[in-house]
């Protein structure tokens, strides 16, 4: 049977959850879809041809699978060996560049296939594994599936008839040792997510990894395909631009093959996480802890907000409202044309608000002035500001917390209604709307497509603290005359304030005097009261020696009288 759905629709994918579609059983289906097998190399010869001879005896059909391997400047000029897959050819990378990103883009331009299957040329697939993930793409046409690696150690590598004859039979598990290492924080975040269908939009791509993969053609042109200034990350970088289009990614344990010997960031983790720290950071927003430097500005901003044009204080207003947040990596666009040239009444312009708009913020890098954001560059979000409303200083921060929170694709704000309707302020997820994008039919809304696949809220703008300007703005310094009338008020309130102070100080002074003497006249009646005590003390003593001795003489007196 084929897989391949009606033409006529497209299916449509809820955030990443693939579960809605049913792959067919291996081996039980007809294959229709052309694939390009793009196999970057340099200085592998060995391991090459193991991987060209598992090429050769893949379940997917011949006809519809050729392979490009492209020799990266190998100080040894590779050859195709003897075994290999029927429509197999071996181009050098162009000149201008090196790397792996700029191996692949290579092969990408070359490419013939309906889609694109990226293969390290240190992997031994399984018969299955070119199957396994071309199942997935006949069934939609954004899907990126991600094959599943097994590591060996590779210390004996056995020839390339032994691994075609192994693949064919069915015992590649047979072929190597297994090693104990795994991609463990990838498999994790597949397990932890339901086979990765659960994983939040921000999230899913991070389990690109780059050694087996594939990808529609259309897809990864449509986006410009890789990024060659890089030699590494390259994969990290490319998952992050094809979430933003709006692609799904989809692991199949199904489609395993074997890496030969332990990748860099296994070898070398410390030293590779130093090496592409910056560069990921200045190219994948989502990396948050990468970008803790305050007020740094990135080759890819966290988001794109675009202010339509209005008059030069509203735009102006929001604007800077936009740029004092607490989201420094922000990109301001103004929908402002540019004005006419030519001889004009500078008070009396029509076009005087373009005029000041264009001059408040020509000269600022952060704020564009044109029709659309700059193209090049793809934020996650995108924020819709109307003129003469400002956010607070966490408004947008905030705003994205709570995107990201309910993992929806668009935040509808109602700031205010008038007689034409409800002013609103939106904050687009790029992946969203790309989806929506990809799946849309002539007769669908586009804000209803982001709430089946991703989900649409309404919020108070009073709430997320986005209000109007104030009357008065910008904020300006008086002119001389007001400062002249300011600083006579000032001196009379200064004299005004010197006078009561002295008045104060003043009594504070007195208050101070009578509190000692107070204090004087209790010392001395403490002083008298303790004498007077000491007195009382001594005559009762006295008192009563007095008494006793007047008894002893009476009872003496009784007891002798003749005495």
């Known amino acids: 049977m084929s897989p391949t759905p009606d033409t006529g ?3 449509r994918i809820r955030r990443n959850d693939f579960g809605v579609l049913t792959p ?3 081996g039980t289906w007809e294959p229709a879809l052309t694939v390009t097998v793009v196999v970057p ?3 592998c010869q060995d391991k090459l041809d193991l991987t060209l001879a598992a090429l050769s005896a893949q379940s997917y059909p011949d006809g519809l699978l050729d392979v490009i391997v492209v020799d990266d400047g190998s100080p040894a000029p590779l050859h195709l060996p003897d075994l290999a897959p029927g429509r197999t050819k071996l181009i050098s990378s162009p000149p201008g560049g090196w790397g792996r990103a700029w191996a692949v883009q290579a092969g990408v331009d070359a490419a013939s296939g309906e889609i694109i299957l990226v293969l390290d040329a240190d992997m031994v697939p399984h018969r ?3 199957e396994a993930q071309l199942r997935w ?3 939609a046409p954004y899907l990126v599936v991600l094959g599943w690696i097994d590591f060996t150690p590779a210390d004996v590598l056995p020839t390339p008839g032994q691994v075609a004859s192994a693949v064919r039979a069915g015992g590649e598990y047979d072929l190597f040792p297994l090693s104990p290492h795994r991609h463990d924080w990838a498999e994790k975040i597949i397990r932890d997510h339901d086979g990765l269908r659960t994983a939040p939009s921000s999230l899913a791509n991070r389990v690109h990894v780059g050694a087996t993969a594939s990808y529609p053609a259309t897809l990864l042109r449509a986006i410009g395909g890789l990024d060659t200034s890089l030699v590494l990350a390259e994969d990290t970088e490319l998952g992050y631009r094809l979430t933003q289009a709006g692609a799904v990614f989809v692991p199949d344990p199904d489609a395993r093959a074997w890496h030969l010997g332990l990748p860099t960031a296994m070898r070398h983790f410390a030293e590779l996480k ?18 803790t430097d305050a007020g740094r500005q990135w080759l890819v901003p966290y988001v794109d907000a675009v202010v339509p044009s209005g008059s030069y204080e509203d735009v102006r207003a929001t604007v800077d409202a936009l740029l004092a947040g607490t989201i420094p990596d922000i990109r301001v666009t103004v929908t402002a044309p540019a004005p006419p040239a030519g001889r004009r009444s500078p008070l009396h312009d029509p076009d005087l608000d373009l005029h000041l708009i264009h001059a408040a913020f020509a000269h600022d890098p952060r704020v564009h002035l044109a029709p659309e954001p700059p193209s090049g560059t793809t934020p996650p979000f995108r924020l819709l500001v109307p003129p003469g409303w400002t956010p607070a200083k966490d408004t947008v921060e905030r705003l994205i917390g709570h995107l990201e929170e309910l993992d929806a694709g668009t935040l509808c704000v109602a700031l205010e209604e008038t007689s034409d309707g409800v002013v609103v302020a939106r904050l687009d997820r790029t992946a969203a709307v790309a989806r929506a994008t990809l799946v849309a039919g002539p007769d669908d809304h586009l804000d209803d497509l982001v709430d089946d696949l991703f989900g649409l809220a309404w919020l108070d703008g009073g709430t997320w603290d986005i209000t109007r300007r104030p009357a008065t703005y910008p904020p300006r310094k008086p002119p001389p005359s007001e400062l002249v009338q300011l600083t006579d008020r000032h001196e009379k309130e200064l004299a005004l304030y010197r006078k009561r102070t002295a008045a104060l100080r003043a009594e504070i002074a007195q208050l101070r005097r009578e509190a000692g003497k107070h204090g004087r006249d209790a010392a001395r009646w403490r002083e008298k009261a303790e004498a007077w005590r000491r007195e009382a003390i001594r005559l009762s003593r006295l008192q009563d020696r007095t008494v006793i001795k007047r008894a002893v003489r009476r009872v003496r007196k009784l007891a002798f009288p003749e005495n």
Do not use: F
């Open 9 to 11: 629709s497209i299916p």
């Open 128 to 130: 299955q594994h070119v």
């Open 41 to 43: 190399a340099h200085d």
């Open 274 to 291: 130093r090496y592409n720290d910056p560069y990921v950071a200045d190219r994948v927003p989502y990396r948050r802890y990468l970008r």
């Open 137 to 139: 793409h006949h069934l």
């Open 24 to 26: 067919p059983e291996l």
